[in-house]
Structures are given as C-alpha cells and as structure tokens.
C-alpha cells in the first residue's frame, strides 16, 4: 500500500499524518512501509483511513507487523475478525480497537506538556481518564462481538482476543500498565500517594483495589471486569501504550533525527525497574518492546501463554484464588 501517496484534501488530513511527512523522516516512513508489506486494504479504504485518523490505522500496521515477526499465519478469507491467525498448531482471532479521547476533550496531539508540567503530573487524574476511555472502548467491541462476531462459524470455538492501544489523552504513554491492570483485574498502583512521601513506601508504591472510577456525570465504571466470567468469550487482550511513530523513531538509525530515549525496564529476578537512558543510534529497541499480554482467567477458550512468549513481552495470568 502506498500510505504516504496523500489521496485526501489536505483539509483532512490527520495532524499526526502530517507531522511525518517531511523528508527527514523519510527513513521511519519507509520502515512503516516495511511493516505494512503484504497487509491487505480489504475494503479499499484503509489508506484513506490511515490518513485522516491515523492512530486506529497505525495501531493495525503495528500488530500485522507483530504478527509477522512471531511468523504467525494470517488467513484473510473473511472480512472480520481484523487477524485470523495461525500460531504453530492452534487458531485464535484478533480484533483492533483503540482508546479516544472523549467530546469535549483534548486529543493526545493538542498539547506535549513541558518538562515542569510532567514533573508535576497527576497519574491518578491520568489514569482515571484512561480507565473509563479504556472501559468504554473494550465494552464497546464485546458488545459488538456478542452481536456479530459470535454467530459467524470462524470465530466460534477459537480464542477471540482483543487488541487495544491507548490515544485518549495528552501523554497516554505514561500511563504504563495502571489503567489496563485496574480495568481488567481491579489492581491499581497508586504512584502519586508514592511520590508524595517515598520514605513510608520503601519497597515502592503500594496496590490498591478501588473498586470502581466516576466518570465527570457521576456514572461508576466497574473494575475487574476478568474477574469472573461474564466475559469469558474473551480469551486475553493485547495492550501496548508504546507502538507509536516514537516506536520507529527508537527502532530506526536516521542521522538525521537524534533524540534521546529513556525507558524503564524490569530486571531480573524480581522485577526491580532500571531506567535506560540511550539515543538514535545506540539504542537496541525492537518491534515487540513494550506489549503486553493480559489473560482472562475465565476465558472459555485461553490463548495459550506460548502463544506470545519472548523476551521483552510482558504477560499476566492473575490468581484469582488468592486475590
């Protein structure tokens, strides 16, 4: 696909289309372009998509990409599901779906706050917001799935696992895993009591189980929606708040482009974060960096934990006879 040949008027383009359209980075778009090689537009819109919302059509080049890399068969005769895939000697279905920002809100291209603003961040007000954006996304797609996708006979008895990405908001991406954990599992880690006074939490920040988040009406949004099995149908669900144009900028060698990386890693053997500081050209990001892998307990078809292992691939299994 020639997703870069401009079909739209520019009036329509997508601001983040059009941030990546100058010839310095032409060595990102051309890996962007590596990643789509072979994907298929079904219906004949997907570059006009790609250019006018971006983020949703991004999200979709990203996981065919992830697809390919783990050598994964892809079946296309059907419109939907988004992935029909083969993995070794088992099926399962991927469905895409992204987090928006709500009406009236910013979009996570109106604003890059400044240094002095990110040090002064509220996660919880960040990860409230993108609690409810998640939940309104995820809820939305299994209702769909219930209605649509459940009666067509490729889908039935075959792990059905969802695929999210996080654009609600200014700075989505660092939101890391709270949100996604609280939504699904009702285990929320709450940085800002942390930053607040360190020295009561020497192990660092604590979990809490909350319950539930209120949206802006007064409306309570449930949490651990996987913690029993009124959504069984959904066998796990793919998240990453770091396949973004940053991702190629990390991944890719351009001289012309330098810009420092920092990122946080769990170390061995118990998880403890490191930070890694490094710039274009020294840094050794892959593809696969940053995903994550959460697994319903309750699913009636699991995705195996095989399935997606691979160093730098975070997966959960929660233990929900201790919890």
């Known amino acids: 696909m020639k997703l870069f040949d401009i079909i739209v008027d520019e009036a329509k383009l997508h601001p983040n289309f059009k941030s990546v359209l100058g010839k310095i980075k032409e060595p990102e778009r051309n890996e962007l372009l590596r990643w789509a090689k072979g994907f298929p537009d079904r219906d004949g819109k997907f570059v006009r998509q790609f250019q006018e919302t971006f983020n949703s059509s991004f999200w979709e080049v990203y ?30 279905l991927v469905e895409a779906t992204t987090a928006n920002s709500a009406d009236g809100k910013l979009n996570e291209w109106d604003k890059k706050l400044s240094t002095g603003e990110l040090k002064n961040i509220s996660f919880n007000q960040l990860n409230k917001e993108s609690i409810i954006r998640l939940s309104n996304s995820i809820l939305g797609k299994l209702r769909y799935y219930e209605d649509k996708y459940s009666k067509l006979d490729h889908v039935k008895h075959r792990p059905f696992v969802l695929a999210i990405a996080p654009f ?15 939504l699904l599992y009702n285990y929320y880690v709450d940085e800002d009591e942390y930053l607040l006074a360190p020295e009561l939490y ?23 929606i996987f913690l029993d099995d009124q959504y069984s149908h959904i066998s796990a669900i793919i998240f990453s708040c770091t396949a973004t144009w940053g991702k190629l900028d990390a991944m890719i060698d351009n001289p012309q482009v330098v810009c420092s990386i920092q990122s946080v ?8 974060p490191e930070v890694r500081r490094d710039s274009t050209g020294t840094n050794k990001e892959c593809l696969t960096d940053g995903l994550q892998i959460y697994h319903n307990p309750y699913a ?4 195996s934990a ?12 929660p233990d929900v006879v201790n919890m």
């Open 63 to 92: 996981l065919y990409a992830v697809l390919k890399e783990y050598g994964f068969s892809l079946d296309w005769s059907n419109s939907s599901p988004d992935f029909n895939v083969t993995a070794e000697d088992h099926n399962f």
């Open 265 to 272: 890693w769990a170390t061995e053997p118990d998880g403890a």
């Open 300 to 303: 009636k078809y699991p995705l």
């Open 306 to 317: 095989e399935t997606f292992r691979r160093k730098g691939v975070t997966q959960c299994f």
């Open 202 to 224: 020497p192990e660092g920040p604590r979990a809490k189980q909350l319950d539930f988040v209120e949206k802006d009406n007064g409306a309570e949004i449930p949490l651990g």
């Open 168 to 182: 609600e908001q200014p700075n989505f991406n660092l939101q890391y895993n709270r949100p996604i954990m609280a």
